[in-house]
């Protein structure tokens, strides 16, 4: 059975450093079913960690998967997100200044091989939602846009596309989610219980 919980100690931040290691682009032979490109260290995410909870997805010992949470304050500990920051800072959303709104950044999230298709990606989500709605509008990350894996599940969760950028790296969607909209609370196995498949 797996659940969602909030990070709890180094043991859970090594191993989504490890789980991170086997799907950064540079290591895999294929991108077809999705890939991480920022790459974190324990001091980075004991760094996001203080400030609000990751989650983790897991299975006994075993590490289903992760979403990362960084708060807008932590911007200057990853100049490589600067672009996407700096557009965010005029992007509008619903209408509104996203700047003027309380949103954090989804720092990163990704599912273990074994696990994808299984609702892992949902439940992580709603986690997030469940957790931190009551005190965030938004959730916002961007994605490449030639993984489309990751695009597609984003958009099946929720997220719209609010523009698009290219770095010196790739070209980006930067996406964002209305947490108090918050559809997945509506359906589908709670946060912490069984999951079904997708």
């Not at 920022?38 to 997805?57: C, G, I, K």
């Not at 996407?84 to 992007?91: C, H, P, R, V, Y």
């Not at 490449?144 to 609010?162: C, D, K, M, P, Y």
Request: hydrophobic letters at 45%; one cysteine or more; charged letters at 25%.
């Amino acid at each position: 059975m797996v659940t969602v919980r909030p990070a709890a100690d180094d043991r859970d931040l090594q191993a989504i450093l490890d789980l991170q290691r086997a799907n950064l682009e540079r290591n895999l032979a294929s991108l077809a079913d999705g890939h991480v490109t920022l790459e974190h260290t324990l001091d980075s995410l004991r760094r996001m960690q203080a400030l609000e909870p990751s989650f983790v997805a897991v299975e006994g010992s075993a590490l289903a998967g992760y979403a990362l949470v960084m708060t807008p304050a932590l911007r200057p500990l990853f100049p490589v997100l600067e672009p996407m920051f700096t557009l965010a800072d005029g992007l509008t959303f619903h209408g509104k200044a996203l700047r003027s709104l309380r949103y954090y950044v989804m720092g990163q999230v990704c599912v273990a091989p074994p696990y994808r298709g299984t609702g892992v990606f949902d439940a992580l989500y709603r986690a997030h939602a469940e957790a931190l709605g009551p005190r965030h509008d938004a959730v916002v990350t961007e994605v490449a846009t030639r993984n489309r894996r990751s695009l597609r599940a984003h958009r099946r969760v929720g997220f719209e596309v609010l523009a698009t950028h290219r770095d010196a790296t790739d070209e980006w969607a930067v996406v964002g989610w209305d947490l108090q909209v918050r559809p997945l609370t509506e359906r589908g196995p709670r946060a912490r219980g069984p999951l079904a498949p997708d």
